[in-house]
T-cell receptor, first 113, second 114 residues
């Protein structure tokens, strides 16, 4: 089955700097890659997703890139702010088992003022 | 509108007892998912339902775990003969349609097995 690895497990950045989180996946049939943000004590929320027919997607300060050949995808947060502090999870799924999201272990991002 | 709700929010039980966790999806959402999140860990897929189709149970860790969805809406996750390793937060999510789209999560049920 699909295996998603996420790095780093923790990331500390200064406010205003960029943060990058990387994930790799094992199943080349995976074609949907969402990113969820989970603030302390709260439920996960989707922040951005990308499908395998595009290589990059951007939404304000957040962008995701996908390299299908290398089977990895990354989350980029620019101009980080304290409210970006949270745990970020990447995930992957494929069409024939579309509801079965396989999540990475998460990255704890801490943005220091 | 109302989001995904789960009950109870917290559950403490003794090893060997059965527990039932409930999920109310967003009205009109046809797909429903259950995940488990152990302390400091990622989300572990358990099961998902889509309409009247047979659920994908491939993530259930043992035959002590089962889930049902009545009337295409409310779902119940049952854990029989609970073990200490079952202690975790159980999260439910729903999405509007069949397909790879946004899953909206509930607040979770924190289960502690003593």
């Amino acid at each position: 089955g699909e295996n998603v690895e996420q790095h780093p497990s923790t990331l500390s950045v200064q406010e205003g700097d960029s943060a990058v989180i990387k994930c790799t996946y094992s199943d080349s049939a995976s074609n949907y890659f969402p990113w969820y943000k989970q603030e302390l004590g709260k439920r996960p929320q989707l922040i951005i997703d990308i499908r395998s027919n595009v290589g990059e997607k951007k939404d304000q300060r957040i962008a995701v890139t996908l390299n299908k050949t290398a089977k990895h995808f990354s989350l980029h947060i620019t101009e980080t702010q304290p409210e970006d502090s949270a745990v970020y999870f990447c995930a992957a799924s494929k069409g024939d088992s579309w509801g079965k999201l396989q999540f990475g272990a998460g990255t704890q991002v801490v943005v220091t003022p | 509108g109302a989001g995904v709700s789960q009950s109870p929010s917290n559950k403490v039980t003794e090893k060997g007892k059965d527990v039932e966790l409930r999920c109310d999806p967003i009205s009109g959402h046809t797909a429903l998912y259950w995940y488990r999140q152990s302390l400091g860990q990622g989300l572990e897929f358990l099961i998902y339902f889509q309409g009247n189709s047979a659920p994908d149970k491939s993530g259930l860790p043992s035959d002590r775990f089962s889930a049902e969805r009545t009337g295409g809406s409310v779902s119940t996750l049952t854990i029989q003969r609970t073990q200490q390793e079952d202690s975790a937060v159980y999260l439910c999510a729903s999405s509007r349609n069949r397909g790879q789209e946004t899953q909206y999560f509930g607040p979770g049920t924190r289960l502690l097995v003593l």
